[in-house]
């Protein structure tokens, strides 16, 4: 079995998800089954509304009057009847004072409620040691306040019933199980996992006729046999006790009123479901802990799944972003890197000298160069860099990014002409003109014609490639500098998305413990109805019956 100290955290950190105002008596009964797992005694509550005999039955039980007692309202806190060699009251004030008695009278004042039905708000506990058999061996008996009284006193009853290992509901004869009480077997005790109880029908003295008497027992009967109590097979689940007379008889010695009154039986019955249970507290008290784990897991599990589909929407919302952030990515570089095609193609030495060698050639020529350079050559390079520049410049404002950059367009120098020397005619040329109508001389003129055109041309093609050369390594390093401008960047998650992740994971991670915490519930053995226990049943109660008649 998990070991005390985890189970308590894993429920004490489950209890961390749950909303400290609508959970908060979910979140004290956890604190109260954990701090129970660890208690060393075994201990018995009397429940039951105000003036049912709890006091009474307990008095009974020790055969003396301890427990204050009178017709109206009486015990407004929780008082701890221990043993002890000899009676003592302690009263433990909430400053820390300590109130010490050897008899119990101080409870009138520091225990019973007021005549306004309130209690003293500086006690902070009441304890009775007292020197009777039946609390030996670390047996407690709680005396806790009526129910149904005041919303308080409600309060702290059904706290307390987490942190005791027997529950006694009483019963009263003239009004058997009200549906008050029903409510409370169902809601405080049975849902809460508390299932180890047993019912005292108490004043059946006070009935008249015999018929009355059975029809209220079996009336008590017919409405507690649904509830299959955590005990010993073998053992009634239901006693009729008269609890005055029984007292009475007690301290007035009278053994045949005391046995007519039932405490005998219900004594004995105690007994044994002290001797057979106290040994299996640990797993009975585990059981409630089970409980407990159960309702924190469905309000988890309902968290997880509302978290769950805020995390798969913040998450689908997300995707879908980034998705078209990679399409709009896709498209932009398409674009750009059709311009930019375009722009390196129409670099290329080859386009340029086939675009530009001849008409530029000219300008040269006529010493028109720079006006041809800056309203032709110019403009058409802009359209082609503006055009790649107007890509990124959407670009970044898509994807949320600054932009410096720009295409770099440099120009070479002012081409350098190195002119043809005009070649004269020799002497022979010379006379052959003469007789030719000057061909010579033409052909030397066409001749340095065409070898001055030639230097025209060979000018402007040094420097379309000096400019085509630099332009394309410009454009190489621009590309490299702004990939990352048309590339879409995904966004980090927000912190906000985050914290729900983790808060996700965290309560996925807390119900997986507690479910690990409710599989164990199929290792704890419950009481079965086998011959051999209920053999064990019969000596043990009709052994503590022996020993009770010698006491």
């Known amino acids: 079995m998990k070991s005390v100290i985890g189970t308590s955290n894993t429920l004490k950190t489950a209890c961390q998800f749950l909303d400290p105002q609508e959970h908060q008596q979910l979140i004290k009964d956890v604190e109260s089954v954990c701090e129970q797992l660890v208690n060393p005694n075994f201990r018995i509550a009397m429940l039951a509304p105000f003036n049912f005999g709890k006091s009474t039955l307990i008095n009974a039980l020790l055969g003396q009057n ?92 059904r706290d307390q019933l987490l942190q005791v290992d027997l529950v006694i509901q009483i019963l009263n004869a003239r009004q058997p199980f009200t549906q008050g009480e029903q409510d409370t077997l169902n809601q405080w005790l049975i849902e809460r996992g508390i299932k180890t109880v047993i019912f005292v029908l108490n004043r059946m003295n006070e009935i008249e006729t015999q018929k009355d008497k059975s029809e209220i027992y079996d009336d008590v009967v017919s409405t507690i046999k649904f509830f299959k109590p955590d005990l010993p ?34 004594e004995v019955s105690l007994l044994t479901i002290i001797s057979l249970h106290k040994k299996r507290t640990s797993q009975t008290r585990f059981l409630r802990v089970i409980t407990m784990a159960s309702k924190v897991r469905y309000i988890l599990n309902k968290q997880a799944q509302e978290l769950a589909i805020e995390v798969s929407n913040a998450e689908n919302i997300r995707n ?148 085509s050369k630099s332009n394309l390594a410009s454009l190489n390093e621009y590309e490299k500098n702004v990939h990352p401008l048309i590339t879409f960047s995904i966004p980090a998650e927000s912190h906000e998305f985050i914290d729900k992740r983790n808060d996700l994971n965290s309560l996925n991670s807390s119900i997986d413990s507690i479910q690990h915490i409710e599989s164990q519930k199929a290792g704890i053995n419950r009481y079965k109805l086998k011959i051999l226990e209920l053999f064990k049943v019969f000596i043990i109660f009709w052994n503590n019956w022996f020993l009770h008649f010698l006491k």
Request: overall charge positive; aromatic content about 10%; some cysteine.
């Open 233 to 266: 097979e073998g053992l009634k689940k239901l006693y009729c006790v008269d609890a005055l007379p029984a007292l009475e008889a007690k301290q007035n010695r009278k053994k045949w009123q005391v046995f007519k009154s039932g405490i005998i039986d219900f």
């Open 320 to 467: 879908l972003a980034i998705e078209k952030g990679k399409q709009q990515e896709k498209s932009l570089k398409e674009e750009f890197s059709k311009r930019v095609e375009i722009y390196q193609n129409w670099l290329y030495l080859n386009t340029l000298v086939a675009s530009y060698e001849i008409e530029a050639a000219k300008t040269l020529e006529t010493k028109g160069f720079y006006d041809w350079q800056d309203n032709k050559f110019k403009p058409t390079i802009l359209d082609y860099t503006q055009a790649i520049e107007k890509c990124v410049s959407k670009a970044c404002k898509k994807f949320q990014k600054g932009n410096s950059n720009r295409i770099n367009i440099s120009f070479p120098e002012y081409p350098k002409v190195s002119l043809p020397t005009r070649q004269d005619r020799n002497a022979g040329q010379w006379i052959g003109d003469i007789f030719n109508g000057g061909a010579n001389r033409k052909k030397l003129d066409q001749e340095y014609e065409n070898k001055k055109w030639q230097a025209y041309k060979d000018a402007v093609h040094s420097y379309l490639s000096e400019f």
């Open 66 to 157: 301890i427990m204050p007692v009178k017709m109206v309202r009486t015990t407004g806190t929780v008082i701890r009847i221990k043993y002890g060699k000899t009676l003592t009251t302690i009263i433990t004030l909430k400053s820390g004072e300590i109130i010490r008695s050897n008899d119990t009278e101080i409870l009138k004042e520091f225990a019973v409620l007021n005549k306004k039905g309130q209690r003293r708000e500086d006690v902070g506990s009441v304890e009775v040691l007292c020197p009777h058999f039946l609390l030996k061996n670390g047996v407690e008996l709680l005396d806790l306040p009526g129910t149904n009284d005041r919303e308080a006193q409600d309060v702290l009853v």
